[in-house]
């Protein structure tokens, strides 16, 4: 995913089980600032692997502040915080004061993740701010999430490589914003003098089935012909309804998302469309 700008990056290995690897990465590259996204981040993988998702998506969390803490407490440290954590939500929209009440156990680390953050800021003076972002979906994104399952499968029905996409609850209620916007809210919250916790949210909620028919729709074709329900991809928990309320974001960021829920739609669909078109040059057998 980082192919298009990989030759303007250095990369560099480090390990969120591993505070060592982290305190040496501090030690020899000197950020000034630090984004933690790394996460198992895939909500059904935390009901099969709950321990290993505590290890990285909560305790990393530790690791890494600790390691600032030690190396250099001046470094701006910015955690992925999630929606996940508002989960069987108890107020509508969901702002940086609704209580929480995680729903898997991705959630539960998130939330500790989050509180961590929060100590860390509290009891060492860092400037550690909190991102609690809602979905946030590109082209990019892995193939294992609703938003890019979709739009990869309609790309595929429509050029004749699949018949039917199999998915899950289609009821489920998601804040979806496209990634892009997302990122420049978590530059500017390490941008400003005190750190702080944000909801970085569209304000609009739409369901998986509003997804299918805006995708679908964008090829020419019906969802109803090719979406099939199955069992298998429903959660033993689920979050029914989320909906982010980004107020304070533009207030204290200036920040708004850009692009909205019909564009992403497309953006994705027609992603998956070249992607696939250039495969299928690539791989067209050569002319004698
Ligand atoms: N993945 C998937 N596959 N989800 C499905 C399917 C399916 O076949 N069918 C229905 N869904 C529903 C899920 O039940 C869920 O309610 C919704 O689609 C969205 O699922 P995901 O795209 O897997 O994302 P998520 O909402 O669980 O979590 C994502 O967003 C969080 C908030 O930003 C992940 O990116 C998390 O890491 C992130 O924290």
């Known amino acids: 995913r980082l192919a298009h700008i990989q030759d303007r990056l250095e990369i560099v290995h480090g390990d969120l089980l591993d505070q060592d690897s982290l305190i040496e990465l501090l030690r020899e ?7 933690n996204l790394a996460a198992q981040s895939f909500v059904p993988t935390s009901f099969s692997q709950p321990v290993l998702t505590g290890e990285v998506t909560a305790l990393g969390v530790t690791r890494l502040l600790d390691a600032i803490r030690m190396v250099d407490p001046a470094i701006r440290f910015y955690q992925a915080s999630s929606s996940e954590m508002f989960g069987k939500v108890v107020e509508v929209p969901q702002t940086e004061s609704t209580p929480f009440y995680p729903r898997s156990p991705y959630g539960v680390a998130k939330l500790y ?4 953050t929060i100590n860390y800021r509290e009891s060492y003076d860092l400037h550690a701010s909190s991102g609690m972002l809602f979905n946030h979906e590109s082209p990019r994104r892995g193939l294992e ?3 890019r399952k979709i739009s990869h499968s309609v790309a595929r029905i429509k050029l004749g490589l699949d018949r039917e996409l199999r998915l899950g609850n289609l009821e489920a209620q998601r804040d979806w914003g496209f990634a892009g916007d997302y990122v420049k809210a978590m530059w500017l919250m390490l941008q400003q003098d005190a750190p702080d916790d944000y909801v970085v949210a569209t304000g609009e909620t739409h369901s998986v089935r509003e997804f299918c ?8 074709l019906d969802w109803q012909d090719h979406v099939v329900v199955d069992e298998r991809f429903f959660r033993p ?7 982010g309320d980004p107020k304070k974001a533009l207030s204290q960021l200036g920040w708004k998302a850009e692009t909205s829920f019909d564009q992403l739609v497309r953006m994705m669909v027609d992603g998956d469309i070249t992607e696939l078109e250039g495969d299928a040059i690539v791989n067209q057998p050569e002319s004698p």
Do not use: S
């Open 113 to 116: 993740g989050h509180w961590i």
């Open 145 to 147: 999430f609703v938003t």
């Open 213 to 220: 028919e805006i995708a679908f729709d964008h090829v020419g």
């Open 237 to 243: 928990a689920e979050v029914d309804l989320l909906i």
């Open 29 to 35: 590259w000197h950020p000034q600032e630090v984004y």
